[in-house]
């Protein structure tokens, strides 16, 4: 089936440094999203990207969906103490399910 | 109000009872999911229910069984709880038509079975 390999499978930075992560596939996809879950909490989505080559930001996070249509990536500036939490990427074909990643966990030092 | 709400959000069960976990979305939204995150965080795919008409069963034993009563709600029942089915369930929805993948998620149910 369709697989999505993300990495890193954890971080641990210092409060201030930028983070990138990035997910990769041997598959064509359609849409790349990426989604954060807090502890208790259920995913939430940060960024979704529909078109190759796309660049988008959303406060302190950048993602882009790579020119070949098989990865993405996500970067967070600044890493402040709230950007804890379990990062996923998901991709998407037209009609099909969605597949995620299986996460990067941040850890922010203060 | 939540978006997307699950009750219960901890259930502790014995092996070989039979439980429900209900969802409920007030997003107007056509399709609804059932995720299974594992131990180790992984996120999977149960079912997906558009407009109360089952189109995603992913390999998933019959013991558990989603009913969408409206396309409102889509509630799952697992009988014969095994050790295996503790996991934390996730019940998602996203606008029906052009399917986005941006989908909506509850707070999840923890499941222990004992």
């Known amino acids: 089936g369709q697989q999505l390999n993300q990495s890193p499978q954890s971080m641990f930075i210092q409060e201030g440094e930028d983070v990138s992560m990035n997910c990769t596939s041997s598959?064509?996809?359609?849409?790349w999203l990426w989604y954060k879950q807090d502890p208790g909490e259920g995913p939430v989505l940060l960024i979704a990207?529909?078109?190759?080559?796309e660049l988008t930001s959303n406060g302190r996070l950048t993602a882009q969906f790579g020119i070949t249509r098989k990865d993405s990536f996500l970067n967070i500036s600044a890493s402040i103490p709230s950007d804890v939490g379990i990062y996923f990427c998901?991709?998407?074909?037209?009609?099909?399910?969605?597949?995620f990643g299986a996460g990067t966990i941040l850890r922010v030092k203060s | 109000d939540t978006a997307v709400s699950q009750t219960p959000k901890y259930l502790v069960t014995q092996m070989g009872n039979d439980k429900s976990i209900k969802c409920e979305q007030n997003l107007g939204h056509d399709t609804m999911y059932w995720y299974k995150q594992d131990s180790k965080k992984f996120l999977k795919i149960m079912f997906s229910?558009?407009?109360?008409?089952?189109?995603i069963n992913e390999t998933v034993p019959n013991r558990f069984s989603p009913k969408s009563p409206d396309k409102a709600h889509l509630n799952l029942h697992i009988n014969s709880l095994e050790l295996g089915d503790s996991a934390v369930y996730f019940c998602?929805?996203?606008?029906?038509?052009?399917?986005?993948?941006?989908?909506?998620f509850g707070e999840g149910s923890r499941l222990t079975v004992l």
């Open positions: 998602a929805s996203t606008r029906g038509g052009a399917n986005t993948g941006e989908l909506f």
């Open positions: 229910y558009n407009n109360k008409e089952l189109i």
């Open positions: 990207l529909y078109k190759a080559g």
């Open positions: 998901a991709g998407m074909k037209y009609g099909n399910k969605l597949v």
């Open positions: 598959s064509i996809f359609n849409t």
